[in-house]
Nanobody
Framework: QVQLVESGGGLVQPGGSLKLSCAAS????????IGWFRKAPEKEREGLSC????GATYYADSRFVISRDNAKNTAYLELSSLKPEDTAVYYC????????????????????WGQGIQVTVSS
């Protein structure tokens, strides 16, 4: 069974950091592009970053660094300088293609999704 499982979320103070993990089972990530998204209450889902099988990355906010370890079949998203407005459920997603889509922030281009993990930034 194909599955993506996020971990590493939780409560963090403003200015703090977290490292989210996205572990795959039932399929290999090494030939797939992987993206990270988030969904805050009463807001639209937001695409954050994408990493290709080569390690090339695409992102809008330099506070969020995406990476991957193909040997561990896992992708990561490092969050830093966190703000209360970063509070959201964070999701990882994988594509059936090795490259990120031109519009990497559009979730419609991703085929597999994790269940999401809560990140709360609060003092």
């Amino acid at each position: 069974q194909v599955q993506l499982v996020e971990s590493g979320g939780g409560l963090v103070q403003p200015g703090g950091s977290l490292k989210l993990s996205c572990a795959a089972s039932g399929f290999r990530l090494n030939d797939r592009a992987i993206g990270w998204f988030r969904k805050a209450p009463e807001k639209e889902r937001e695409g954050l970053s994408c990493v290709e099988n080569t390690g090339a990355t695409y992102y809008a906010d330099s506070r969020f660094v995406i990476s991957r370890d193909n040997a561990k079949n896992t992708a990561y998203l490092e969050l830093s300088s966190l703000k209360p407005e970063d509070t959201a459920v964070y999701y990882c997603a994988a594509r059936d293609f090795a490259v990120c889509p031109g519009d990497y922030e559009d979730g419609r281009y991703y085929n597999y999704w994790g269940q999401g993990i809560q990140v709360t930034v609060s003092s």
